[in-house]
């Protein structure tokens, strides 16, 4: 394989692994956050937050692939990633 493809399949594996631990991360924060927050039975603050998910895993798709480079879409995936993961931990710790 040429560099050109190891390049594209980065780039697809930071849109499906990078977009999929994004958008459960911030589905897990939203679950423990909404059945605090609000009056809300936790599964259906489950089926809310993993409808919602497909939104910021759609937003990283798009932004593995229009990010200028395999490694900044990478960088960009994970600075997102980390702190939505730290939310759901505490969310979970502290809810």
Known sequence: MTST???VLSRILAAVL???VLASALS???VA???AAWPM???DAA???MQLSFL???AAVMWAFAARSA????????AVALPAAVLSWAALNLC
């Open 41 to 43: 039975a936790r599964a």
């Open 5 to 7: 493809h190891w390049t």
């Open 28 to 30: 897990v924060a939203i």
């Open 56 to 58: 910021p895993w759609a």
């Open 18 to 20: 990078g977009g999929h």
């Open 47 to 49: 089926l809310a937050a």
């Open 71 to 78: 490694p900044r879409a990478w960088a960009g995936l994970a």
């Open 33 to 35: 956050l909404a059945s």
